[in-house]
């Protein structure tokens, strides 16, 4: 299982959803029509897989992962070559040093098995810590609101974390995967 930085990069469609993004890829107006489509499809999908999931956790996300699969090559078929190319850079600068936790990643950029062990406990410790605010705000402990600052704050650690345990030729390779920079926007989609 990796964070949501990498999550990213296995589904990078979930970007189509900002503006900035579609702007950034040139989407034409049929474009934009049907990857709304494939996404309200996507978002069903995943609603019913989260509702007949039940307390199989596993089951669960390995329907979520199909799901991700499926989409994403629907998604490649409405897409460019260049837009597909443009898409990963930028699902790289918003997975950050937290990319490292997918294995595609890991591989290319030349992750040691020690740096996977220390990323991956690193990893575990973020969902720890987010598993205990979403409980936190079930029990009333927390409000609902402070959940998603939080969960950012968290995967902000996670990186910086990552990105002390990185080679200098790691960054830079990982830099190089991430293309030209992304102006973001804060409104997103």
Known sequence: MFGGGAMVLRNPGFLLMRDDVKTELNLT???????????????????????????????MQAAMQKI?????KEIN?????DQQKRLKQIAYQF?????????????????????KAKIDD?????????????????????????IGPKMQSNQKALNDAIGGILTDDQKAK??????PE???TDEGG
């Open 29 to 59: 107006d049929e474009q934009k029509t049907k990857l709304q489509a494939i996404q309200e499809e996507v978002q069903g999908k995943m609603r019913d897989a989260f509702q007949s999931g039940g307390s199989d956790r596993t089951a």
């Open 68 to 72: 991700s699969e499926d989409s994403s």
């Open 77 to 81: 078929a409405v897409l460019t070559a």
């Open 95 to 115: 997975a950050g040093n937290a990319a490292a936790l997918d294995p595609d990643t890991a591989k290319a950029i030349g992750i040691t098995d020690d740096q």
């Open 122 to 146: 690193l990893n575990t410790k973020m969902q720890e810590a987010n598993t205990a605010l979403r409980e936190k705000a079930q029990s009333g402990e927390i409000d609902r609101s402070e």
């Open 174 to 179: 990982l830099k190089d995967l991430q293309g």
């Open 182 to 184: 992304f102006k973001r």
